[in-house]
């Protein structure tokens, strides 16, 4: 049986039978449902979670899941297999991971950039660069190729991890 309250004969919360509340709604989709038009508000601190639409909070496994069901703007945060990432669980696609050892890492394999033309990182701290275009070719010869940028005391080297041989990168000193 239901558990149901009400204000005057309007229905304000419900417990179904099998465990599902719902707020401002009678027929919860899931764990939690918020179905009032004027959503809800979660403080936590210094900063508050707002949804000002129909917001159905799901916890499958060790993932929130934030589903906005009047807008196609779905995301979700998850922490499944030790792994946080943000997932357009519209579409089933991942955007950004940070693994179980602490990489970040992007949703797949060469599909996302790190910034844009317009949208620059002004630094880029790094030990070593590796690049490596395995599974498409450049435009210059068609070639792909994967190496790995590494620093030395006097000089800049470039590894060529697909034959082994090492380069040296010629500078010339300039002055201002």
Not at 34 to 48: H, L, N, Q, R
Not at 56 to 81: E, G, K, M, R, W
Not at 86 to 96: C, E, G, Q
């Amino acid at each position: 049986s239901n558990i149901i309250f009400k204000s005057n004969t309007d229905e304000r919360f419900r417990i179904t039978s099998d465990g599902k509340v719902g707020i401002g709604t009678n027929n919860p989709s899931a764990l939690l449902t918020v179905g009032a038009d004027e959503g809800f508000k979660i403080p936590t601190g210094s900063a508050t979670i707002v949804s000002k639409r129909n917001i159905a909070i799901q916890t499958v496994y060790p993932i929130l899941q934030l589903i906005d069901t009047d807008s196609a703007s779905d995301f979700q945060i998850q922490n499944a297999n030790g792994d946080f990432g943000i997932r357009d669980i519209t579409n089933s696609a991942d955007r950004f991971v940070i693994d179980s050892a602490g990489q970040v890492l992007p949703g797949a394999d060469d599909t996302q950039n790190l910034g844009s033309s317009s949208k620059r990182w002004k630094n880029i701290y790094a030990a070593d660069m590796h690049f490596s275009n395995e599974g498409k070719t450049n435009d210059v010869d068609g070639t792909w190729g994967d190496w790995t940028l590494q620093e030395g005391e006097d000089s800049v080297f470039m590894i060529n991890n697909r034959t082994g041989k090492k380069y040296a990168i010629t500078m010339k000193e300039v002055s201002n």
